[in-house]
Protein backbone atom coordinates (compact mmCIF):
# COMPACT_ATOMS: atom_id res chain seq x y z
CA UNK A 1 0.00 0.00 0.00
CA UNK A 2 1.06 3.46 -0.11
CA UNK A 3 3.51 4.95 2.26
CA UNK A 4 3.89 8.26 3.88
CA UNK A 5 4.33 11.06 1.10
CA UNK A 6 5.47 14.51 1.37
CA UNK A 7 5.18 17.49 -1.38
CA UNK A 8 6.79 19.31 -2.49
CA UNK A 9 10.31 16.91 -2.62
CA UNK A 10 11.79 20.01 -2.81
CA UNK A 11 11.83 23.64 -1.93
CA UNK A 12 13.70 26.67 -2.16
CA UNK A 13 12.97 29.83 -1.19
CA UNK A 14 14.13 33.58 -0.23
CA UNK A 15 14.50 34.70 3.60
CA UNK A 16 11.28 36.32 4.91
CA UNK A 17 8.70 34.31 2.86
CA UNK A 18 6.41 32.06 4.25
CA UNK A 19 6.23 28.26 3.22
CA UNK A 20 3.88 25.34 3.85
CA UNK A 21 4.85 21.73 3.50
CA UNK A 22 2.56 18.59 3.00
CA UNK A 23 2.49 15.37 4.69
CA UNK A 24 -0.11 13.05 3.40
CA UNK A 25 -0.31 9.98 6.61
CA UNK A 26 -0.88 6.43 5.56
CA UNK A 27 -4.59 5.69 5.39
CA UNK A 28 -6.16 5.09 8.69
CA UNK A 29 -3.40 6.16 10.50
CA UNK A 30 -4.07 8.48 13.33
CA UNK A 31 -0.94 9.80 14.44
CA UNK A 32 1.03 11.89 12.61
CA UNK A 33 4.50 13.26 13.60
CA UNK A 34 6.94 16.20 12.52
CA UNK A 35 10.19 15.66 12.40
CA UNK A 36 13.50 18.02 11.04
CA UNK A 37 16.94 16.86 10.42
CA UNK A 38 19.26 19.69 9.77
CA UNK A 39 22.23 19.84 8.06
CA UNK A 40 24.99 17.22 9.69
CA UNK A 41 22.28 17.11 12.76
CA UNK A 42 20.43 14.64 13.95
CA UNK A 43 16.48 14.09 13.48
CA UNK A 44 14.69 16.71 16.20
CA UNK A 45 11.27 15.78 17.44
CA UNK A 46 8.81 19.36 16.03
CA UNK A 47 5.27 18.40 16.72
CA UNK A 48 2.44 15.66 16.40
CA UNK A 49 -1.12 14.82 15.83
CA UNK A 50 -3.52 12.43 17.34
CA UNK A 51 -6.15 13.12 15.23
CA UNK A 52 -6.83 16.54 14.18
CA UNK A 53 -5.25 17.75 17.82
CA UNK A 54 -1.66 18.06 18.91
CA UNK A 55 -1.14 17.53 22.37
CA UNK A 56 2.31 18.47 22.00
CA UNK A 57 3.79 21.27 20.58
CA UNK A 58 7.17 21.20 22.49
CA UNK A 59 9.19 20.95 19.82
CA UNK A 60 8.30 23.94 17.55
CA UNK A 61 11.52 26.25 17.35
CA UNK A 62 9.36 29.40 17.16
CA UNK A 63 6.32 30.88 16.73
CA UNK A 64 6.96 31.11 13.23
CA UNK A 65 6.53 27.72 13.11
CA UNK A 66 3.23 26.52 12.78
CA UNK A 67 1.38 22.97 11.80
CA UNK A 68 -2.75 21.65 11.54
CA UNK A 69 -4.25 18.73 10.46
CA UNK A 70 -7.35 18.31 9.10
CA UNK A 71 -9.79 15.60 8.55
CA UNK A 72 -7.51 13.34 10.92
CA UNK A 73 -5.44 12.76 7.48
CA UNK A 74 -3.22 15.94 5.57
CA UNK A 75 -1.10 17.58 7.85
CA UNK A 76 0.29 20.98 6.80
CA UNK A 77 3.69 23.04 8.27
CA UNK A 78 3.94 26.54 7.90
CA UNK A 79 6.99 28.43 8.47
CA UNK A 80 6.44 31.97 8.46
CA UNK A 81 9.38 34.64 7.59
CA UNK A 82 11.94 31.70 6.59
CA UNK A 83 15.35 32.22 8.23
CA UNK A 84 18.57 30.66 6.77
CA UNK A 85 18.63 28.29 10.19
CA UNK A 86 15.34 26.88 9.28
CA UNK A 87 16.59 25.09 5.83
CA UNK A 88 16.66 21.33 6.80
CA UNK A 89 14.83 18.56 5.90
CA UNK A 90 11.38 18.42 7.05
CA UNK A 91 10.42 14.69 7.59
CA UNK A 92 6.87 13.12 8.58
CA UNK A 93 5.90 10.22 9.80
CA UNK A 94 2.50 8.29 10.76
CA UNK A 95 1.55 5.80 13.27
CA UNK A 96 -1.95 3.74 13.94
CA UNK A 97 -1.68 5.33 17.40
CA UNK A 98 -0.07 7.40 19.22
CA UNK A 99 1.92 4.75 21.67
CA UNK A 100 5.63 3.77 22.66
CA UNK A 101 5.33 0.77 21.34
CA UNK A 102 3.68 1.51 17.94
CA UNK A 103 5.87 1.81 14.48
CA UNK A 104 6.41 4.88 13.08
CA UNK A 105 6.93 5.04 8.93
CA UNK A 106 8.22 7.67 7.71
CA UNK A 107 8.15 9.87 4.32
CA UNK A 108 11.25 11.12 2.18
CA UNK A 109 11.26 14.32 3.88
CA UNK A 110 11.17 17.74 1.49
CA UNK A 111 14.42 19.72 1.63
CA UNK A 112 14.14 22.93 2.50
CA UNK A 113 16.64 25.51 1.46
CA UNK A 114 16.57 29.23 2.64
CA UNK A 115 18.58 31.73 0.36
CA UNK B 1 13.68 10.25 28.59
CA UNK B 2 16.35 7.96 28.94
CA UNK B 3 19.31 8.46 26.50
CA UNK B 4 21.55 6.18 24.30
CA UNK B 5 24.80 5.73 23.73
CA UNK B 6 26.02 4.37 20.33
CA UNK B 7 29.89 4.01 18.37
CA UNK B 8 30.04 7.18 15.67
CA UNK B 9 30.35 3.95 12.97
CA UNK B 10 31.29 0.68 12.63
CA UNK B 11 32.62 -1.22 9.06
CA UNK B 12 31.42 -4.92 8.56
CA UNK B 13 32.25 -6.87 5.45
CA UNK B 14 29.61 -7.92 2.82
CA UNK B 15 28.29 -11.48 3.59
CA UNK B 16 29.16 -11.35 7.50
CA UNK B 17 26.86 -10.68 10.10
CA UNK B 18 27.17 -6.95 11.75
CA UNK B 19 26.30 -6.55 15.73
CA UNK B 20 25.52 -3.03 16.41
CA UNK B 21 25.84 -1.97 20.04
CA UNK B 22 23.57 0.32 21.95
CA UNK B 23 23.97 1.12 25.70
CA UNK B 24 21.02 2.61 27.63
CA UNK B 25 22.01 1.79 31.53
CA UNK B 26 19.39 4.78 32.76
CA UNK B 27 16.00 2.91 30.30
CA UNK B 28 12.98 2.06 33.13
CA UNK B 29 11.26 -0.94 32.85
CA UNK B 30 8.44 0.44 30.57
CA UNK B 31 10.60 1.40 27.92
CA UNK B 32 10.25 0.12 24.74
CA UNK B 33 13.70 -0.10 22.43
CA UNK B 34 13.38 0.80 18.74
CA UNK B 35 15.88 0.39 16.34
CA UNK B 36 15.46 2.23 12.81
CA UNK B 37 17.61 2.70 9.58
CA UNK B 38 18.51 5.93 7.36
CA UNK B 39 19.27 5.35 4.03
CA UNK B 40 21.52 8.13 2.30
CA UNK B 41 18.78 10.54 1.11
CA UNK B 42 15.82 8.92 2.92
CA UNK B 43 13.48 8.96 5.97
CA UNK B 44 14.09 6.88 8.57
CA UNK B 45 12.85 3.30 8.27
CA UNK B 46 12.05 1.04 10.89
CA UNK B 47 13.88 -2.41 11.71
CA UNK B 48 12.84 -3.69 14.60
CA UNK B 49 11.61 -3.34 18.61
CA UNK B 50 11.50 -4.76 21.60
CA UNK B 51 10.59 -4.43 25.31
CA UNK B 52 12.75 -7.51 27.61
CA UNK B 53 12.65 -10.46 25.10
CA UNK B 54 14.90 -10.69 22.00
CA UNK B 55 13.15 -10.45 19.30
CA UNK B 56 13.63 -11.44 15.57
CA UNK B 57 11.86 -10.52 12.28
CA UNK B 58 13.07 -10.47 8.96
CA UNK B 59 15.21 -7.69 8.58
CA UNK B 60 16.99 -8.61 11.75
CA UNK B 61 17.52 -9.78 15.44
CA UNK B 62 17.09 -7.56 18.67
CA UNK B 63 19.14 -8.69 21.98
CA UNK B 64 18.60 -7.43 24.90
CA UNK B 65 20.27 -7.86 27.87
CA UNK B 66 18.99 -9.65 31.00
CA UNK B 67 19.31 -6.18 32.89
CA UNK B 68 18.13 -4.36 29.64
CA UNK B 69 21.05 -1.37 30.21
CA UNK B 70 22.35 -2.35 26.42
CA UNK B 71 20.54 -4.25 23.51
CA UNK B 72 22.47 -5.44 20.31
CA UNK B 73 20.91 -5.03 16.71
CA UNK B 74 22.42 -7.89 14.91
CA UNK B 75 21.98 -8.10 10.96
CA UNK B 76 22.77 -12.14 10.17
CA UNK B 77 24.55 -11.32 6.54
CA UNK B 78 25.06 -7.57 5.46
CA UNK B 79 24.79 -6.11 2.43
CA UNK B 80 25.72 -3.18 0.54
CA UNK B 81 22.15 -2.05 1.01
CA UNK B 82 22.70 -2.38 4.45
CA UNK B 83 24.90 0.64 4.37
CA UNK B 84 23.07 3.62 6.94
CA UNK B 85 23.21 5.13 10.25
CA UNK B 86 21.54 3.15 12.52
CA UNK B 87 19.52 4.81 15.41
CA UNK B 88 18.76 3.34 18.55
CA UNK B 89 15.86 4.95 20.50
CA UNK B 90 14.48 4.28 24.17
CA UNK B 91 10.52 5.38 24.10
CA UNK B 92 8.91 5.71 27.49
CA UNK B 93 5.17 4.51 28.68
CA UNK B 94 2.89 7.12 27.56
CA UNK B 95 5.44 8.88 24.90
CA UNK B 96 5.51 8.67 21.36
CA UNK B 97 8.08 11.07 20.67
CA UNK B 98 11.44 9.61 18.91
CA UNK B 99 14.54 10.94 20.63
CA UNK B 100 17.23 10.66 18.09
CA UNK B 101 20.75 10.46 18.85
CA UNK B 102 23.72 10.37 16.54
CA UNK B 103 23.55 7.17 15.02
CA UNK B 104 25.89 4.67 14.04
CA UNK B 105 26.94 4.96 10.60
CA UNK B 106 27.12 1.51 8.98
CA UNK B 107 30.06 0.98 6.10
CA UNK B 108 29.74 -2.44 4.20
CA UNK B 109 32.48 -3.19 2.03
CA UNK B 110 32.46 -5.32 -0.90
Known amino acids: GAGVSQSPSNKVTEKGKDVELRCDPI?????LYWYRQSLGQGLEFLIYFQGNSAPDKSGLPSDRFSAERTGGSVSTLTIQRTQQEDSAVYLC?????????????FGPGTRLTVL | DAKTTQPNSMESNEEEPVHLPCNHSTISGTDYIHWYRQLPSQGPEYVIH???SNVNNRMASLAIAEDRKSSTLILHRATLRDAAVYYCILTAAGTYKYIFGTGTRLKVLA
Open chain 2, 50 to 52: GLT
Open chain 1, 27 to 31: SGHTA
Open chain 1, 93 to 105: ASSLIAASFNEQF
